[in-house]
Every structure is written in structure tokens, then in C-alpha cells.
């Protein structure tokens, strides 16, 4: 690697790790806030799906937007655009206001799309599948909120828990603005209409689909898993997050080995094995509610398979996106969030319609074997279908 593409890759995974430890905030503090303001388990569970829902539908106009105005820029003020909720929520007395400031942090889960753009334009795609694993690797910021967020707000206090990120991520704009540089740019910027022509063709919405179920279900665990450990075992806020970080910690880990594995062997037969685990283990997980070893055990390894599926998943975006990867990147992305933001809404209502969270795994295993269909559905490679349609419409 060149100098300019190390510095391209680290920065923006550093930089992304801190806009995920932002995005993450919610779930470690839930049941604090929630005490707090005497809310039910289905409004917890909003608060903290919040920041998924506009975290996750921005990125498609955020993917657009560093396609068009360059990763460097789009990035920077997006990071200090989080300098205002972040201080609005440590000075807020209400739920009310409180989900307010939530939806606007959600656009610290916006840089998934502006950091994964903004790195592949650096590198070839031959070479994307494992480079693209390495800076999603900025996901660790779910790890990391789950090891500070409980240490300061016990230290410091509620408020100095968006305080101090307000600080963090101001720092860090800097430094990126710093650093980096956006590659030169190769003919005229796509207009809108050309980025969102993506939306026609069919293999946008089976990775849309299939990234819904992995990035959907790593987000889903990584918020809601300190609220089982401590609903269903009894665990503190602490050990909570300190299990919960573990569980991200795996699933980001093995990333770049779901992206080189989808370059050695194809991502066909890397998301087969995927989304055959994921059913098989979401199954016997929701048999396993009562029992801490099973279910630990059971979550770390659905962790690992989420994590081979998020880079199997991305190792076919650039290959399918010829000279639009930030609306491809942004649409698949999204779906993603998107993955991540019902699942607690829909545990919180069945908890509380059932008395248990048993049912809501069955939904798990539903769509994976809807994604396992879709994937033997598809007659040929993803990259076909858009490669070709998109050369005719160059």
C-alpha cells in the first residue's frame, strides 16, 4: 500500500470506530435512562433502535454525497454535526427530548456508508473484498461503547457520557481533516438520477436483503444483548456490556475473513454456509433462553457468522456498482440499519405482549431461510446483471 492509502484506510477506521461508539451510546446506559424516566420496556426499546432508524436511511444520501463531494469533506462535517445532539442530550430532562437528540446521533451510523466509499476508491477491486473487511472493522466502536459508556456514566455521571463523545468526536474531525485526502477524481461526478438508477436492478436488493439479515442482526444484538443478559440473568450494566462487547468484538474481527474468504471462494458459497448457520443456530437460541452457557455460547458463534456474512456481502458491492459505489454502498447499507432498528422494537412488544422474548427469534430464522432461497434463486453472478445494464446506460 501507498502512504496516501494507509492513511486513507486508518484514519477513516479510527474514525468511524469513534462515530460507532456514539452510534452504540444508547444500549449500555438504557436501563439507567430508563429508571430515570420511568419508561415501559417498549419505549427503552425505541430509544435505543432510535439512532439506528436515521443512522441507517441517511446513508444512502450520505453514500451519494462522497461519491459526488469526496470522502474527506462528507466525513468531516458529519463528525462535527455530532457535536450538537451529543451536548443537547447531556443537558436534556425529558424521554421526549431525549429520543429527539437519539434520532439525530443516529447520523454517526451514517459513516459506515461515507467511510466504506470513501476507502474503495483507493484500492482495486480485486483487492476490496479484504480492504473493505479491514475498515469495517470500525464496528469495534460497539465494543468500545460497551466497555466505557458504563465506566464514565458511573464515574462521571449521565450528561458526561454525551459530553465527553462531544469532545472525542471534535478531536477526531480535526485529525481527519488532517491527514487525509481524497483520491483524483475520474470523469464527470454522477447526477442524482444516475446514483439512484441503481434502485432498478434487481442484485441492489438481494445485497440489500441479505446484508438486512448480517449487518441487521449484528446491530440487533449489539444494542439489545445487555438488555437480555440483564433481563434474563440478572447481570449489572457493566458485566452486561463488558459480555456484549465480546459478542462485537467477533463479529468484527472475522470480517476481513468473510471478505478474503469471498475472494478465494466466492461470497455464493461463504453466505450458504452463513445463512444455513443463522437459521439452525437463531433456532435452538430461542430454546436456550434460560440456560447462560447455551445462550452465550450460541450468541458468540451466530456473532461469527454475522461477521463472515457482513464481508461476504460488501466483497460483492464494488463488483456490481461500476462508478457508483457510494449509492450502492449507501442503499445496501442502509437496508442494513434498517435490519438493526425493528428487531428491539419487536422483542420489546413481544416481551412485553408475552411475558418472554422466545418468539422474537423465530423471526430470525424466517429470513434466513428467505435469504437462502433468494441466494439458490439467482440464475448467475451478482456482478452480471448490473455491470452490463449499467455499461449500457454509461
Known sequence: MTTKQTKALLFSTVAMTVSFIIWSVFSPIASQIQELFQLSTLEKSILIATPVLLGSIMRIPMGILTDRYGGKKVFTIT???????????GLVDSYEWMLVCALFIGMAGTTFAVSLTFVSRWFPPQRQGFILGIAGLGN???????FLIPTISEQYGLPWVFFSLAIVIAVMAVVFYTFTEDPAVQGEPKTMKQSLSVLKYKTTWQLSIYYFLTFGGFVAFSVYLPTFLKDLFGLSALDAGMKTAGFVLVATLIRPAGGYLADRFGSK??????FAGILASALALSFSLEQFNTFSFLCLFISALLGLGNGAVFKMVPEVSSGNTGAVTGIVGAAGGVGGFFPPIVLGMVKDATGDYNLGFIFMVIFALLCLVLLFAARRPAKQPIQKQMERTA
Open 79 to 89: 463528525m462535527l454535526f455530532l457535536i450538537l445532539p451529543l451536548i443537547a442530550a
Open 269 to 274: 458459497k461463504v453466505l450458504t454456509f452463513v
Open 140 to 146: 469495534l466502536g460497539g465494543a468500545g461503547a460497551n
